[in-house]
């Protein structure tokens, strides 16, 4: 404990109590010694003892023996709660008297009766060096034996005085031990006592309070926490530290901080009396967020305190944070492993992709409507050393362009009309430490393309409405079914931006290329969808054969088709009914040839393949019989001729041939119609 404790006075019971309840507050290891008056004195007494002492006279006796250098407490004592109940048992009298070692000792025990409301006997102090003033009276008496006044007519002895609480918090101060005066009950703890000093009682109650609670916020804060006095000494810190820094918070304590712990700014903060919020900072060769702040209390200051956590550990509670604001949509949830196919492309696709997924580099993966072009980035994905952060998909061509920005980017509060109060987290910024994957990117806008090369560039983003840059770690994955270098010449796809997507460029093979597939799918399919039918050889070869325009989803469709109608057995016939076997769309009154390459003078530019062809077809068609069609309409007119168009792919070529003037689309719902110039071209392309 450090210093010794000297406790001076009459009585050694006295003595003793006194001494028990200091150990019951401050620990059993407490050095204590007593001179007892009237006994011989100790030769001895450490420097720098705290030595209690009742009275004035005790000091008197006791001073000659004590070293200069001593602590001196007098002691004030109060009563035990039990002493009331003694009281009670005084005859009824008049005067009562109060008797003590001395006078002074003798008021002090009639000033705490007086005080916790004895008020109906008139109470006289009386010393014990005059027996004769105690014959045939009521005597009240504390530590001081019955035996030695003989003569009263009644002698009542309360129990032994208790040190009060500014004695008491007198030498937690001079020990020191304020730590433990801030955790205990000071007057429950050994034997209850009545305190005196109801305004400490209270401010002490309110210490404990706020103390306990500065202890429990220590324990739950998600990092290190430690406090410096305006001079530097450590005055709270939680256990944390030791994981930080290699010391206990024991050890810590009363300690320099701004030596202790010379990578944390606080003389530069307690100097100039400025905040460090949120500095990355590398203490023991790991990157830590610090932030130090003064300690301001009605304008005076009382030092610092710090906060340090683990940059490492705040990327993952971010990124829980991050799941729980979005859900479990934005999850990957197929792997290599998912992906059906045994042929030998399959199988060099796959071991490609297996490689890709290694890096961070962005992947450009191309393929046909149907292919499966996301299963492929899900997969890279789960393979990837990102695969515990966020999937985040979006169709580019599915949003539309006023609201794709918003989207991507996020925006802050207020930014727009309509704005979401407290803003949104973009999709970059979901997706930080994942992977976001850019579906149909060959429809994004010219201007978020250029949106988007700054922050492959850059890795920030900054908000609508906002001015803060946000960094993100994210890997892209864009996909597409079109030809981005055609569109780069043509000037509709930024060529900057077509080279930083395809750095890793994947091409995923259409269904018909691998059709030893085929098989392999459909029975995966029709496990998956719980079929019961049976196909023959001829319709096996059948399908083998067959052109599959959409290609795997195509092949799906028909799968559920045949499950519905809970076919047994499935021959070429029944194939017949649903599959334009030719492999191309013979009801169409068009040619349905292949024109990829063949362009027309008044665009310049060729039509891709037939489902232009198709489209264009029946918007004619429409208008000879004065309909106007929808994109709904046109899907529905497309399954009916076993052409497999989804309303999103119709918006697209819809849009596509839009641009060239090919068609017209009526807003509001109102459909489209074919233009003069749309007739032209498809009348030169039959």
């Not at 349905?592 to 891709?608: D, H, N, Q, V």
Request: net charge positive.
């Amino acid at each position: 404990m450090g210093k010794n404790i000297v406790i001076a006075g009459y009585r050694k019971q006295v003595n003793e109590n006194y001494a028990n309840q200091l150990k019951s507050l401050f620990g059993d290891d407490l050095q204590i010694q007593f001179l007892e008056i009237g006994k011989p004195m100790l030769r001895e007494i450490k420097e720098e003892s705290i030595v209690l002492i009742p009275s004035y006279d005790v000091y008197q006796s006791v001073e000659p023996c004590l070293p200069s250098s001593a602590n001196i407490i007098f002691i004030r004592s109060t009563l035990q709660t039990e002493c009331l109940k003694q009281v009670r048992k005084l005859l009824e009298t008049r005067v009562v008297l109060v008797a003590g070692d001395n006078m002074e000792l003798a008021l002090e025990l009639i000033k705490n009766l007086l005080q916790f409301g004895v008020k109906r006997f008139q109470l006289k102090p009386a010393d014990l060096s005059d027996p004769k003033l105690f014959k045939d009276q009521v005597v009240l008496v504390s530590g001081i034996p019955q035996e030695e006044i003989p003569d009263a007519r009644q002698v009542v002895g309360v129990k032994l005085p208790m040190l009060d609480l500014p004695t008491i918090l007198d030498v937690g101060l001079k020990l020191p031990r304020k730590d433990l005066l801030t955790r205990k009950n000071i007057t429950q703890d050994y034997i209850p006592f009545l305190p005196q000093h109801h305004g400490i009682i209270w401010s002490l109650e309110n210490s404990n309070t706020f103390n306990s609670s500065i202890k429990i916020l220590l324990s739950v804060i998600d990092g290190a926490v430690i406090s410096v006095t305006q001079s530097g000494k450590v005055r709270a810190c939680n256990k944390r530290i030791e994981s930080f820094f290699g010391i206990s918070a024991s050890e810590a304590m009363g300690k320099n901080g701004i030596t202790l712990f010379p990578q944390i700014p606080f003389q530069k903060v307690i100097s100039e009396s400025k905040s460090i919020v949120e500095s990355l900072l590398t203490i023991n060769d790991e990157p830590m967020i610090v932030t130090v702040k003064p300690i301001i209390n009605s304008g005076k200051y009382y030092g610092a305190i710090a906060v340090i956590k683990k940059f490492n550990d705040e990327e993952r509670r971010h990124h829980k944070l991050r799941t729980l604001s979005v859900g479990k949509g934005h999850r990957a949830k197929y792997k290599f492993e998912d992906i059906v196919g045994s042929s030998s492309v399959m199988k060099q696709c796959r071991g490609i992709a297996r490689r890709m997924a290694v890096s961070n580099s962005s992947i450009l993966i191309t393929g046909e409507t149907g292919t499966g072009k996301e299963m492929f980035a899900q997969a890279i994905h789960q393979a990837s050393e990102r695969k515990e952060y966020q999937f985040v998909a979006v169709n580019c061509g599915a949003i539309p362009e006023s609201l794709l920005e918003s989207e991507l980017f996020g925006y802050e509060e207020g930014a727009f009309t309509g704005a979401r109060k407290g803003g949104k987290l973009g999709l970059f910024e979901l997706a930080h430490k994942g992977t976001l994957f850019l579906d149909e990117i060959s429809e994004m806008p010219l201007l978020l393309q250029k949106r988007l090369l700054r922050v492959l560039q850059e890795r920030e983003v900054v908000r609508l409405g906002g001015d803060s840059v946000i960094h993100v770690d994210v890997r892209i994955i864009a996909a597409t079914n079109v030809d981005l270098q055609a569109m780069t010449k043509r000037g509709e796809f930024r060529e900057d931006l077509y080279y930083r997507l395809s750095v890793l460029p994947l091409v995923i093979p259409a269904l018909r290329e691998r059709k030893g597939d085929v098989r392999l799918l459909a029975e995966f399919f029709k496990q998956d969808l719980g079929g019961n039918f049976e196909l023959t050889e001829e319709a096996w070869d059948t399908l083998e054969q067959y052109k599959w325009p959409g290609n795997v989803r195509e092949l799906r469709n028909y799968v559920e088709y045949f499950t519905n109608l809970s076919s047994i057995k499935v021959g070429v016939e029944e194939l017949s009914h649903v599959i334009p076997l030719q492999g191309t769309v013979e009801s169409v009154p068009v040619v349905t040839k292949s024109i990829e390459s063949e362009k027309t003078p008044e665009t310049g530019t060729a039509i891709i393949d037939e489902k232009n062809i198709f489209i264009l077809s029946m918007l004619k068609e429409g208008l000879e019989k004065g309909r106007r069609l929808g994109r709904r309409s046109l899907s529905d007119s497309a399954r009916k001729q076993g052409l497999f168009l989804g309303e999103q792919e119709i918006r697209k070529i819809l849009g596509q041939l839009e641009k060239r003037g090919l068609v017209e689309i009526r807003p509001n719902k109102a459909g489209t119609v074919i233009t003069p110039k749309g007739l032209e071209v498809l009348a030169k392309m039959k």
